[in-house]
Structures are given as structure tokens and as C-alpha cells.
């Protein structure tokens, strides 16, 4: 059985706007193995999105194969994808996108009342176990507008493993958090891919939050140009900052 | 968890919900005050239908002496009330009437046509509890040569009680017939049904037409229910009955007596042929005045209901537009587009039962204070609502129609926007601005 969990075999990813085409990646290639936490870098409009896109089933490529779980999801219907996205993936947003009306652990129910395999009591015990984990249990009757952004964050967290995914995707998942909560909620993600061994795949393009990858895939113009440990990525981040700086010219 | 977060984005929204809401309501109270009215009018129809000129079911006649000529008369009833009787042994009573369509004239000279019925009013205590005697007695009805007249008609030929009136009819023979009869009794207006019908003593009707005992105009049979269906049921049974001791029965013609009179002297038949027919064909020249009111009803509530299904659904678009983000998160966390497409349908579906609930509480209220304040119709109005005073009736069947039609509709609208909403891809939904 291959280890792979995701598998990206010359993806291209093309926009049309009116007539004209917008490569958005060009010919990705990407493996990535069951239990990696892995972190796409790149700056912005490099394709971090579109690949995540791409991986987590919301979006088809132009060209090329994708493969999640060993399914290809070029091959798969409207509604095969969704239940795919729903049993296999989770998804934690930038800007978290929970939903506004729903208190926190409706929030995290949300999911398990859309797959319909567990009875209430079950799904009331997960929830509060997984609230109890991300450390918001507190706040379960809260709605997400009486939060912080570090605890929404932690929140869209419970939500995307309360199904437990094979993969959770996150976008950006510190983007809007100041840098002692980013901290905390990627050592919350890479305790979460220790202890159960879900493969996590994150975008960012904070070297901070890079350092905690077992690998690094670098993009730059819809093209992946590197995948490497998180140390030689975050030097590479560093210098390539210290190039455009005005400082670091001197 | 899909009503649920409908019914808390309804919420959220307090200010948009509640004027969609208290317009839906508004629609839902126009819609059910012109059902109660409507019903209204249907139950004064009914009510006085079945007091002045009509049982629940009827075996009436005509007898034609020569072809050309008909009298509306039932010979040797007597027998046909023991047929009727085995027939329809859960019948509660017979009344026999006479019946006339005659001229009448006053001293002063002013004269009208309407119908007369034949009555012993010691054996028609049903027709004492509902008339409303204006002058006079019913009682009086009693003597040989006594009328009651409706306070309209006795207006129409300037009399009162004790005055006299010349009442001009053809026999059954051919030859016409003068008698002279004293009013005894004014009645209140029973709506427009009192414009066509008067009361005489019955020796006297059958003075007028020279019929013997043997004969009557109408047997009105008196069933405990007013229910059509029902009514047909006895009608058919009557029909077999009647057929199989030897009757000759009418086609079925579903109009009052006196407008068949022109159709019957035109066939080339004679002898006695008997007429079934229900309080509803008895009154179906004036019916179409409740059907008028139902129809109106549902025009109006139509009308209304585009105004504000616009308004609906262009809410529901801004709506979409607002989570279109929502959207393309629960579309990529795993919810169906199906789940979506219902969870905006639940959105417009919970508006539609709240605001109808709320919009038939209001309308029950309005009812209320509509026949508390008993306010007296013009003239015009009532003759077309055959009432004298503004009558509301909300029935719960008109009260559910009312709600699960206004619902029904206001889901309906939903529709589109909600079918839009579940074909969001969810990367574009997701990144939506705005």
C-alpha cells in the first residue's frame, strides 16, 4: 500500500478572465506522505491557495491528476467530492469562517450532524472532548462573536478534526493572529498530528510558523522550486526577505 | 440543525424579518377577513335559504294540465312523503309547502313579482326561532288571507301591517287567479334571499291556485346537515325510490324552481313530473356571490403576495450575497448542495409559518371586533353580502387554507434564490467579498 495520502502528478491550474488565461500553477508535482505536517510556502500569489484548493477537493485542475486517499478526484462527481471532503479532510480558514449563528459547539457538531453516523450522545462527548483539547470547553455555549480571533482559531481547529480527517488543510491558519497565539495554535496542530497522526497541510509565508514543518514546499510563480526541511526553508525565507529589505541591502 | 440556523439568521436579521413578516401577516389577515366574510355570506345563504324557500333536500314538481301550461305543484304529496320517508328513514322532518311565483299588487297601486311559499306556521317552528319580526305576528299567519312580507318588500309596495294586497297568479288550469290578502307581519331582511320570497298562509296559496289537500308545492325535507356531499348521496337515493314507484323524475337542473318554469312549458309532456333538488341548486342564482368573495379572496391574497414575494426574494438574494462566504464554507466542510437548497428553503418556509400564524391570530381578533362592533352595511352591500350587518366567520379549514397557502407560496419564492445559493462553487463562495 503506498504511503502517499496526497498525490499531485503535473497539476496545472489555469483562470480564464475574459479572454485572457491566468496560470495559477504549471505543472505541480507533489507527494505527500500519511502523518506529514507539512507547510507550503511561498509569497503571495506564488499558488499556496490554489494547490490547497486543489488538495482539499473545492476546486478541479486545469491538467493533470489529483489524487486524496487514493481517489482521483478529477474522476469523481459534485457529490462524491463533498462527501469526500467531509469524511476525509478538514479545513481551518484564515479567517476561520465559523458559522455566525451557531454557538461554539454547534459550530464543532456541525460536521458530525452532516455525516449522521453517530447518536447525540456520542457526538456531544466527541465535541467536548476535542473543545476540552483545543482548551476552549469554557466557551462552548458562547457564540463566535464573543471570542477572541485565538480562540475562533481554535474553534475552526476542533471543527476540522472533529470528524477525524486522514488530512486537515489549513490556509494562512495564523495569518490573523498575533504571534504568541499563531505560536500556540500551530503547537496545538503539531501535538494534534503527533498524538493521532493526522497528515496536516498548512500554507504560510511566516517563517515563524514555517520552523515547526517536517518539510517545506516552496512555490514561486505557480511552480514548486523546492521541497525541503523546515530549517533550510526558513534560511531560504530569511534570506530571500533580507534581499528585499532595504536594511538587509546594506 | 438546518431550521436551527434558518431560524437564528432570521433572527439575526430582526429588523429585515420583522417588516417581511408584518407584510406576509398583512397579506394572511386580507385573506382571511374575505374567507370570513365570504363564510359569512355562505352561512346567511345556507341559513336563510333553508328558512325561506328551501329544505336540505326538496321533492318539488310540476304538473302541466296542457303542454304549454305549469304549475308548480306535487299531487297526492301524501304518498310521496311515505316513499321519501322509506328511503331515507334518517331524515328529521318534512315541512310541505306551497310555492307560487305570483304578482302582487297594494292599494296604492305599486306591484311586484316574487315568489311565494305556503306555509302552516304551527308546524314551522324552525322558521319562528331564525325570522325577526319587525310589526305584527307570525302567529297571524295562522288566519286564512294573511301575508308576511320582508321589511323590504313591504317598503317596495308602501304598506304596513293591516293593510291589504291583491296577489294575481296563474292555475294550474290555465286561468288566472285573484286573491286579497291582509299583512300580518313585517320580518327583518334575511339578505338577498328576502328580496324574492314571501309568506302566505297556506289555505289561502292553495285558494289562490284552487289545488285540493292532496296537493302541495314542495315537500322540504330537513336533514341535520347542510354537507353537499351528503345531500347528493340522499338526492340519488330519492331519485331510485321515486323512479321505482312509478314517478316521472326531472332531469337533474341544478336552478330554483322558478327558473325552470320556462324550460318545463316548453317540453311537450303533461301530467306530474317530480323536481329533486338541495338547498344549494334553490339558491344557485345568488351563490355566485360567496364564490365571487372566495375567488376575491385569493385574488387579492395573490396580488398581495407578489408585492410581497418581491420583496422576498429580493431580501433573500442580498441575504445570499451576505453569506456567500457561509455558503462556500459549509459546501467545503461537506454540507450537500441539497442541504443548502433546504436550509434557504427553511429560511423562507419558518417566515411563511410565522408570519401566517401570526397573521390568523390577528385576523381571529379582527373577527372578533368586526362582529363585536356590529356594524350596519350600506344598502348596496347588503344585498350582495345578504346581511344587514357585517358578518366575519373564520373557519379553522379557512384559517389552515389561508396559512398553508400564504406558506406554500412564500416557500415557493424561496426556491429560486435557494437553488441559486446550493450551485455556489464553494472556492468561489469562499472567496467572496462582501
Redo the contacts between chains.
Keep these: 500500500m503506498p504511503n502517499s495520502i496526497v498525490s499531485i502528478r503535473d497539476v496545472v491550474k489555469e483562470y480564464s478572465l475574459g479572454k485572457v488565461v491566468v496560470p495559477a500553477l504549471r505543472g505541480v508535482s507533489l507527494e505527500v506522505e500519511r502523518g506529514e505536517f507539512i507547510s507550503i510556502a511561498g509569497p503571495s500569489g506564488s499558488g499556496k491557495t490554489t494547490l490547497l484548493?486543489l488538495i482539499?477537493c473545492?476546486?478541479t485542475a486545469t491538467r493533470g491528476t489529483v489524487e486524496v486517499a487514493g481517489k482521483n478526484t478529477s474522476a469523481l462527481s459534485?457529490?462524491q467530492l463533498?462527501?469526500l471532503?467531509?469524511?476525509t479532510l478538514?479545513?481551518i480558514?484564515q479567517?476561520f469562517?465559523l458559522?455566525?449563528?451557531?454557538t461554539v459547539f454547534?459550530n464543532v457538531?456541525?460536521?458530525l450532524?452532516?455525516?449522521n453516523k453517530l447518536g447525540s450522545g456520542e457526538r456531544k462527548k466527541r465535541v467536548m472532548e476535542l473543545l476540552t483539547a483545543v482548551g476552549i470547553d469554557t466557551h462552548a455555549q458562547h457564540r463566535p462573536s464573543e471570542l477572541s480571533g485565538g480562540q475562533r482559531q481554535r474553534v475552526a481547529i476542533a471543527?476540522a478534526l472533529v470528524?477525524e480527517p486522514q488530512i486537515v488543510l489549513a490556509d494562512e491558519p495564523t495569518a490573523n493572529l498575533d504571534s504568541a497565539t499563531g505560536e500556540a495554535i500551530i503547537d496545538l496542530m503539531k501535538d494534534l498530528n503527533q498524538k493521532k497522526g493526522i497528515t496536516f497541510i498548512f500554507s504560510t509565508h511566516d517563517h515563524r510558523v514555517m520552523k515547526h514543518a517536517d518539510s517545506v514546499v516552496r512555490l514561486a510563480d505557480g511552480k514548486i522550486i523546492g521541497k525541503e526541511s523546515a530549517d533550510a526553508a526558513v534560511q531560504a525565507a530569511l534570506t530571500s526577505a533580507a534581499g528585499r529589505s532595504p536594511v538587509g541591502a546594506h | 440543525?438546518t431550521f436551527?440556523?434558518a431560524f437564528?439568521?432570521l433572527?439575526?436579521h430582526k429588523r429585515r424579518t420583522f417588516v417581511l413578516g408584518a407584510a406576509v401577516a398583512f397579506v394572511t389577515v386580507v385573506m382571511l377577513t374575505l374567507l370570513g366574510i365570504a363564510e359569512g355570506m355562505n352561512r346567511t345563504l345556507i341559513e336563510s335559504s333553508t328558512t325561506l324557500m328551501s329544505g336540505h333536500v326538496n321533492v318539488a314538481g310540476f304538473y302541466k294540465v296542457t303542454a304549454g301550461q305549469a304549475a308548480p305543484v306535487v299531487t297526492h304529496y301524501k304518498q310521496v312523503v311515505e316513499v321519501i320517508r322509506q328511503a331515507v328513514p334518517e331524515l328529521k322532518y318534512i315541512a310541505q309547502r306551497g310555492r307560487g311565483w305570483a304578482k302582487i299588487t297594494s292599494d296604492g297601486g305599486t306591484n311586484k313579482m316574487f315568489g311565494l311559499t305556503g306555509i302552516d306556521v304551527k308546524n314551522e317552528k324552525g322558521l319562528a326561532a331564525v325570522l325577526k319580526i319587525k310589526e305584527g305576528k307570525l302567529e297571524d299567519l295562522a288566519k286564512p288571507g294573511s301575508i308576511m312580507l320582508f321589511e323590504d318588500q313591504a317598503r317596495d309596495l308602501e304598506v304596513k301591517v293591516g293593510d291589504a294586497l291583491t296577489i294575481q297568479a296563474p292555475t294550474p288550469r290555465g286561468v288566472n287567479n285573484t286573491l286579497d290578502v291582509t299583512v300580518v307581519a313585517i320580518a327583518n331582511n334575511m339578505g338577498m334571499m328576502s328580496q324574492f320570497s314571501s309568506f302566505i298562509n297556506e289555505a289561502s296559496l292553495r285558494q289562490l291556485y284552487q289545488l285540493n289537500d292532496e296537493t302541495t308545492g314542495a315537500l322540504m325535507i330537513y336533514m341535520g346537515t347542510t354537507d353537499l356531499v351528503q345531500l347528493k348521496k340522499v338526492e340519488d337515493k330519492l331519485r331510485e325510490a321515486l323512479g321505482k314507484s312509478g314517478y316521472q323524475i326531472l332531469e337533474e337542473d341544478p336552478r330554483a324552481f322558478f327558473f325552470k318554469f320556462e324550460n318545463v312549458t316548453r317540453e311537450a309532456w303533461t301530467g306530474q313530473k317530480l323536481d329533486i333538488t338541495n338547498w344549494r341548486d334553490e339558491v344557485n342564482f345568488v351563490s355566485w356571490t360567496v364564490d365571487l368573495m372566495n375567488a376575491l379572496a385569493f385574488f387579492l391574497a395573490f396580488v398581495f403576495l407578489s408585492v410581497v414575494g418581491i420583496g422576498i426574494m429580493i431580501v433573500m438574494w442580498i441575504s445570499i450575497r451576505e453569506r456567500t462566504?457561509?455558503i462556500?464554507?459549509?459546501?467545503?466542510?461537506?454540507?450537500?448542495?441539497g442541504?443548502v437548497m433546504r436550509m434557504f428553503l427553511a429560511e423562507g418556509f419558518l417566515l411563511g409559518v410565522l408570519s401566517t400564524t401570526a397573521g390568523a391570530l390577528f385576523g381571529l381578533v379582527l373577527a372578533v371586533v368586526i362582529n363585536g362592533a356590529d356594524v350596519t352595511l350600506p344598502q348596496g352591500f347588503q344585498f350582495i353580502l345578504m346581511s344587514d350587518h357585517l358578518k366575519v366567520v373564520p373557519t379553522v379549514a379557512w384559517t389552515l387554507v389561508a396559512v398553508v397557502f400564504i406558506t406554500a407560496v412564500i416557500t415557493g419564492i424561496s426556491l429560486l434564490p435557494s437553488f441559486i445559493a446550493a450551485r455556489l462553487?464553494?472556492?468561489t463562495a469562499?472567496q467572496h467579498v462582501g
Design positions: 484548493n482539499g473545492v476546486d459534485e457529490r463533498t462527501q471532503r467531509l469524511d478538514g479545513f480558514f479567517s469562517n458559522v455566525a449563528v451557531l454547534q457538531e456541525l460536521p450532524l452532516l455525516q471543527r470528524t | 440543525m436551527l440556523i437564528r439568521s433572527l439575526q462566504r457561509e462556500g464554507t459549509l459546501r467545503a466542510i461537506g454540507m450537500q448542495r442541504r462553487k464553494p472556492v469562499m
